[in-house]
């Protein structure tokens, strides 16, 4: 997704706004001129100015070569791409949110099988991979580097 | 001496050798496989290297990247696609020498001479880092101020065609960084009452979305589109390198030269090296006809650099703890985890860590050798493996690694968050280097600029007072004039009458 310069930069100057909206409330120190607002500001208000240049921009190509505003990717109009794309957003999104209760082996299992199908990794090949890099990740991180992977369903078997 | 028998015993320990041989045969894989980057390498090799000892560590990282900035000069020759960015100004070239029949010497001159400019870039660290960190070990927090500022600079205008989006995307970095707990009075700021967040947008999710998982996002989509491999046999790769050593040593000295100093400029890395080397070459090359016919000379030049410019790059790192390109920065980023802030104290107070990278990096490129060439040999092999299954294994592997930095999901939220800004970063032509450095060296920078503001009582003239530091600002502030004049001028190039852009 290219967005035309002027919507970036409209997106930057309102963060940078908030940013500076923010630092209201930051503590003055007695005695001390330059307190923990300062730095922020400085950035924030350099975001800002770097937005405008970033409008004008993309206004004087909107204007000139008729630049669109929005240009999508030709693969978004596949179907099977699109997919691949949003299925990795997905599949992340749901090991966030599951991970703790289900636990890292099936929650793995889950992901690597199911993006191996979606990508048309052969079945057989797929099952047997998914399960294979699911226990080695599992052994290198949880045995060997002692990282507390989360546990979940089998935390009676484990 | 003690320093460097110390180091030499902390390297030569049979876990370490395993490490770095493992590294080493990772580095190679990824380099070889078009879409992983060395950057890449470093990234996903960070959760590990995490719960490591720091010389174990930093070897890895370094034979790493040694290998697969080598490395991805053989899909290069095979597939007309680069392994690594830093391969990709003399894709071309290479392929088109390889369809004329030159595979071997073409595979042959790339190891050789990889292995050769690592060797010149080590050497050229070794001397000159020690000497940088005696001088530096006056700076006050003047001179570390327009150090950063200096660093953050260069990078901007060595990365980015469009001055502005790399400024932006620098700004936008450093305004990440003022999350959680601020340096100077402890306040907590941005951090929305959320706990996490007190520490800060943690760096290593924050790298690895933007330099993994936005580079799988966009792998995602092309998944089917493997190239074909040549059909030639890979023969003996050794005959005919000494003739074009013979005939080229210039061209490697040169390329190796360019190769140390743009590595060494904060922000620029190797492929950058090579994209410059390679038109240098081609410029002053006595048959610049022959360019683009599959010619052995510009790649001389630029796979010399491309090794290079990775000890380079070591050079501001370890002595000023300013990262020369983003496989340092995401090292500074473990030194400081680690507890061990780079700058010229390590010199004085550790120097047997400093020896130990010199020596890993020397270990590295000789290893180069033998590795390159069963690289090479199975070359075929490697490219031959599938993406739609590596694929999904590398990302959970993302996800494993930021979850292990935080030990809870919050990493792995960051990583998603940060891949997805980094994703539409890149589509939208805004270089995600500096943002990163902008990350890393945010903290210096804001506590430097916070201490000199306060000794200095807000007067600007303080900051020129002391003469490194009043010509690292004139640096500076002559670097932004460049910059500004290229921003009203924008069809002067970065160095007049050479063609340097990169194409990815």
Known sequence: MRANDAISGLVLILLAAAMIALTAHFPEFPGQKYGPSLFPRIMASGLIVCGALLVRKGLAAHRTTGAPWVEIAPWVHEPWRLGSFLLMLGLLLLYIVASETVGFIPIALLFLGALFLWLSVKPLTAVITAIAATLIIHWFFSTLLRVPLPRGWLNSIL | ?504
């Open chain 2, 1 to 504: 001496m003690d320093a460097f028998l110390a180091a030499a015993a902390l390297i030569f320990d049979l876990k370490v050798l395993f490490v770095i041989i493992a590294s080493a045969a990772f580095g190679m894989f990824v380099g070889a496989m078009p879409g992983l980057t060395a950057t890449m390498a470093t990234a996903l090799l960070v959760p590990i290297t995490f719960f490591m000892d720091p010389v174990p560590a930093l070897g890895a990282i370094v034979t790493a990247t040694a290998m697969a900035i080598f490395a991805g000069d053989i899909p290069a020759a095979l597939l007309r696609i680069p392994g690594t960015p830093a391969s990709a100004a003399y894709t071309d070239e290479s392929y088109a020498m390889s369809k004329k029949g030159e595979l071997d010497l073409n595979l042959g001159v790339n190891l050789v001479f990889s292995v050769l400019g690592g060797l010149i870039g080590v050497a050229i660290l070794i001397l000159c880092a020690p000497a940088l960190a005696e001088a530096a070990i006056h700076f006050s927090s003047f001179e570390y101020f327009w150090l950063a500022l200096l660093g953050l600079t260069c990078a901007v205008f060595m990365t980015s065609e469009d001055p502005l989006k790399g400024i932006t995307s620098l700004l936008f970095g450093l305004a990440i960084n003022c999350i959680g707990i601020d340096p100077a009075a402890g306040f907590p700021r941005f951090t929305f009452g959320n706990v996490e967040l007190l520490q800060g947008i943690s760096f290593i999710p924050a790298m690895i979305g933007m330099f993994a998982l936005s580079e799988l996002l966009r792998g995602a989509v092309t998944v089917d589109q493997q190239g074909a491999v040549l059909s030639q046999k890979i023969g003996n790769i050794f005959t005919g390198v000494f003739g074009v050593f013979k005939k080229y040593w210039f061209n490697f000295l040169r390329g190796s030269a360019i190769g140390v100093v743009i590595g060494a400029l904060p922000g620029a890395g190797a492929d950058i090296a090579a994209w410059i080397s390679f038109a240098v070459s081609k410029r002053f090359s006595k048959e610049p006809e022959k360019f683009g016919t599959g010619h052995i000379e510009g790649i001389v030049d630029a796979t010399s650099a491309n090794n290079s410019a990775l000890g380079g790059a070591w050079i501001p790192a370890l002595v000023f703890g300013i990262p020369g390109d983003s496989i340092t920065a995401i090292v500074i980023g473990v030194l400081y985890m680690k507890g061990m802030n780079p700058g010229p104290t390590v010199f004085l107070q550790n120097p047997q860590f400093i020896y130990a990278v010199f020596i890993i990096f020397i270990l590295a490129n000789i290893l180069m050798l033998p590795l390159g060439w069963l690289a090479i040999k199975s070359g075929k092999q490697i490219l031959r493996v599938p993406r739609n299954v590596l694929l999904p294994i590398i990302l959970i592997f993302c996800v494993v690694g930021a979850y292990a930095m935080t030990n809870s999901t919050f990493g792995i939220i960051i990583m998603l968050v940060m891949g997805m800004v980094g994703w539409l970063m890149e589509e939208n032509g805004f270089p995600i280097a500096p943002a990163i450095l902008g990350l890393v060296l945010g903290e210096m920078l804001e506590q430097n600029f916070m201490t000199s503001m306060i000794k200095a009582d807000g007067s600007l003239l303080f900051f020129f007072e002391r003469p490194i530091a009043a010509c690292l600002g004139a640096a500076t502030i002559l670097i932004w004039g460049a910059m500004l004049w290229r921003g009203f001028n924008p069809k002067a190039g970065l160095i007049p009458g050479l063609d340097t852009t990169p194409g990815a």
